[in-house]
């Protein structure tokens, strides 16, 4: 018997309290649905977009490989095929549509060369700390990495949320042939997403990548075990926000940490952290359908970081650092270019 525990791991429920979207109830809805017994069909298709897809509740369900996003997925796609799609969720779309990327017009970003490529995802695109922290960094270490991304180079995160399955398989082939013809052997990225999207995703509507995927975490730990990238000790304390999906799907929790601790900070876990991290409730209209409870969830996260009263907040997702921005969230690339030691 189901013990209905995964909902104090569900962010979206912990920050509104709506006991319809918690994972036991929302599973229960989809069977409902499917057996025809439910009327409001538009009511239905909304609580599948309340969800955000962080992956909590899997990691906290009693039955072995159960993920309750495969069957949301399907929903979606299914309010897609019949026009039900929240507001949010349908002017993202057409902006990506328009664009190519969910945020609009941008200029198209190619840099160095090697088969070590670095993708600039979206979300990074007009971060110009990011952008700067990288480019020190792959200086500093002598590392040849092809940089590429902006205009209508994206993972296709949007549409596959949206349930627009045809709009994304699109888009996979269309990353496909960016990254064969660039000829690169590994591809490092900031963003949790899009690593997600094109290692697992992909592979979901026949789009296969013949590359390896890294997260820039990784390879900064490494830089800095290896001694590529020398750095001065901090004599401050942190606190890192574990993106969902970096622990979630990913499982990388601890190579943020040593860096942190390879640069001297001293670590402040808020309460949740890690494996029980909250979501930060990302980009509107993406994952979640619904901009209020998005704000909700963002600022639940918010709450819980300030607890700690560190001296710096960081992540290691673009997308956690926009949305999470009241407590001056960084990069983890940002603190590791301000601590590298020049000559």
């Given at each position: 018997m189901c013990a209905n525990m995964c909902k104090y791991s569900c962010p979206t429920y912990l920050a509104s309290g709506e006991e319809t979207i918690?994972?036991?109830?929302?599973?229960?809805?989809?069977?409902?649905?499917?057996?025809?017994?439910?009327?409001?069909?538009?009511?239905?298709?909304d609580v599948m977009f309340r969800c955000a897809m962080c992956g909590a509740c899997e990691l906290h369900c009693i039955y072995e490989d159960y993920d309750l996003r495969e069957f949301i997925q399907r929903?979606?796609?299914?309010?897609f095929r019949r026009g039900l799609l929240p507001e949010e969720t349908r002017r993202r779309i057409e902006t990506f549509r328009e664009s190519?990327?969910?945020?609009?017009?941008?200029?198209?970003?190619?840099?160095?060369?090697?088969?070590?490529?670095?993708?600039?995802?979206?979300?990074?695109?007009?971060?110009?700390?990011?952008?700067?922290?990288?480019?020190?960094?792959?200086?500093?270490?002598?590392?040849?990495v092809h940089q590429f991304g902006g205009a209508d180079i994206c993972c296709g995160a949007p549409l596959y949320y949206a349930g627009d399955t045809e709009g994304f398989k699109?888009?996979?082939?269309?990353?496909?042939?960016?990254?064969?013809?660039?000829?690169?052997r590994k591809?490092?990225?900031?963003?949790?997403?899009?690593?997600?999207?094109?290692?697992?995703?992909?592979?979901?509507?026949?789009?296969?990548?013949?590359?390896?995927?890294?997260?820039?975490?990784?390879f900064l730990n490494a830089l800095l075990k290896e001694g590529k990238v020398e750095v001065s000790k901090a004599n401050a304390t942190a606190t890192y926000h574990d993106p969902c999906i970096l622990v979630n799907d990913?499982?990388?929790?601890?190579?943020?940490?040593?860096?942190?601790?390879?640069?001297?900070?001293?670590i402040r876990e808020p309460v949740y952290s890690q494996e029980n991290t909250h979501c930060c409730g990302g980009l509107p209209g993406v994952r979640v359908g619904d901009c209020k409870l998005t704000e909700?969830?963002?600022?639940?996260?918010?709450?819980?970081?300030?607890?700690?009263?560190?001296?710096?907040?960081?992540?290691a997702c673009p997308t956690c650092?926009?949305?999470?921005?009241?407590?001056?969230?960084?990069?983890?690339?940002?603190?590791?270019?301000?601590?590298i030691v020049d000559g």
């Open positions: 918690t994972p036991q109830k929302l599973a229960r809805l989809i069977l409902y649905y499917e057996k025809g017994l439910i009327e409001d069909e538009k009511g239905f298709f929903e979606r796609s299914e309010a190519g990327n969910p945020y609009g017009e941008r200029q198209p970003l190619q840099k160095g060369t090697g088969e070590l490529g670095y993708f600039v995802s979206c979300s990074t695109h007009n971060d110009q700390q990011v952008l700067e922290a990288i480019d020190r960094i792959v200086a500093v270490s002598k590392e040849q699109k888009a996979a082939e269309k990353m496909k042939g960016e990254i064969d013809k660039r000829k690169v591809v490092i990225t900031n963003c949790p997403t899009c690593i997600k999207i094109m290692t697992e995703v992909y592979d979901e509507v026949g789009v296969h990548l013949d590359v390896e995927f890294a997260h820039i975490a990784d990913i499982g990388i929790t601890q190579a943020p940490r040593e860096v942190l601790a390879a640069l001297g900070f001293e909700k969830v963002s600022s639940m996260r918010i709450h819980e970081l300030k607890e700690t009263a560190a001296d710096v907040y960081l992540s650092k926009a949305i999470l921005s009241d407590v001056d969230m960084k990069d983890i690339t940002e603190l590791v270019s301000q601590r």
